[in-house]
């Protein structure tokens, strides 16, 4: 089906004003193959009499493949947002609303285009922006999660190793149970799961048992007597082990769902670094390399891992404000819809 029959045919049903439609997806990204289906996505104004009665759609998808199978590249897929629904989402800091914010600076993937609206987007989409990225990065740490890169365990692991290197100097030679103190202040400052205290009997031969004070990592057990340079190395051996294994266990690789963590974690940086975001992507050869499979999942995870951090420390850093432009942003929404 023709995609501007089928907006038409959309706005007569429910009798609104589809004001923006863009190619989305790799087509936006430029990360497209010669097989690649099409995605578009949109913004429509619905009739504020349905508003006000509460009839009005917020979304509206189409899919003209409707066999259950994956899309070919005649297929087409499109998904529409009421105006109100897209402020919201962008509001929110999600991903699909800022691309779709940040396409209407790409003319040649534009298929519908009302030029009041998308002029006065262009003008104020500054208007939209806040920290609450948290839906960008979220959707990335989930996409390491899915590898157990940087899952739960092996985060917390990550975590204290670093926390507890970094207070051992000279106390190599030490007993451990001498660095209770600092280890106590670890925890107090970050609560952890899998690694905490333990007391368990200790065997003394024929003089019986008595109670010792264990660190737990991850299950393993170390009393507070073996020395600060052996539960140093263990742990970091571990680290080590533990992050080798995750990779290597790695099954069924969805190096496409890798490429969209990392497209995603570029937008938040350049977002950060330059209050806008680029398309085609200013890093599609590498994305577009990812998807294909040509990267290594160890050399892609590592990346990512990197840019996470690089990116949650610029985002607690940046000059981006804590929430958008409310007044301004209702006073365009019920111009919009009111007139």
Known sequence: MNIKKLIKNFEQEQNCKVV??????SKLY???NPNSDTDYKGIFIP??????????LEHFN?????????????????????????????????????????????????????KEFTSMMME??????????????????????????RGERFNELHLFVKYFNALVKEQGDEKLKTMFPDVDRIFEETPFKYINYAIASISRGHSGTKQGKYIEVLGKRFLGTV???????????????????????AKGVDFKALSHAVRVINEVEELID???????????AYVTSIKE????????????????????????????????????????LLKLIVG
């Open 62 to 114: 189409f899919n003209s493949n409707d066999e259950n199978t994956k899309n070919s590249k005649d297929d087409i897929d499109l998904q529409l947002f009421s105006v109100y629904k897209f402020f919201n989402l962008l509001k929110k800091g999600e991903t699909g609303a800022m691309d779709i914010l940040f396409s209407m600076f790409r003319e040649d993937t534009q298929v519908y285009n009302d």
């Open 30 to 32: 430029g990360t497209d």
């Open 47 to 56: 009739n504020k009499n349905d508003v006000l009665l509460k009839k009005d």
């Open 274 to 284: 330059d209050e806008f975001i680029s398309f085609p992507l200013k890093n599609r």
């Open 293 to 332: 499979g040509e990267e290594s999942l160890e050399d892609v995870m590592e990346y990512l891992d990197n840019q996470l951090t690089t990116v949650q420390e610029k985002l607690e850093k940046s000059n981006l404000p804590e929430k958008s432009d409310e007044v301004f942003i209702d006073k365009l």
């Open 20 to 25: 923006y439609v863009t190619k989305y997806g």
């Open 227 to 249: 020395t600060v340079k052996y539960f140093a190395e263990k742990i970091t051996d571990m680290e080590e082990q533990f992050g080798n294994r995750a990779r290597a266990s």
């Open 124 to 149: 104020s989409y500054k208007k939209f922006y806040n920290r609450n990225l948290h839906s960008f990065i979220g959707y990335c740490v989930g996409q390491s999660k899915v590898y157990n890169v």
